[in-house]
């Protein structure tokens, strides 16, 4: 079972950028695709990034633009740089490996992402 730790969250104003990071075990992360995903308080989590073992990219349309997730391989980490951040961003942000769109590894604690208006 992949094993995943989330860091690299805090409290920004509105405008501001943050950049996550996630470490994965396992010898297999570079043949896996990747996933950000965010949980608000009272909401589902929901998927908002994804990046393929080949690199490509997807997003939700909310963070189109202000979002950008991309992988280090020999690092086995996976980055999602954030910019331009809004109120509703606030959120705890996890990762996990996807197969498909199922994350199929064990959730880490997340990291918070607090943006003040």
């Known amino acids: 079972q992949v094993q995943l730790v989330e860091s690299g969250g805090g409290l920004v104003q509105a405008g501001g950028s943050l950049r996550l990071s996630c470490v994965a075990s396992g010898s297999i992360f570079s043949i896996r695709n990747m996933g950000w995903y965010r949980q608000a308080p009272g909401k589902q989590r929901e998927l908002v990034a994804t990046?393929?073992?080949?690199?490509?990219?997807n997003y939700v349309d909310s963070v189109k633009g202000r979002f950008t997730i991309s992988r280090d391989n020999a690092k086995n980490t996976v980055y999602l740089q954030m910019n331009s951040l809004k109120p509703e961003d606030t959120a705890v942000y996890y990762c996990?490996?996807?197969?498909?769109?199922?994350?199929?590894?064990?959730w880490g604690q997340g990291t918070q992402v607090t943006v003040s208006s």
């Open positions: 990046i393929s073992s080949g690199g490509s990219t």
């Open positions: 996990n490996v996807l197969f498909g769109l199922v994350p199929i590894g064990s």
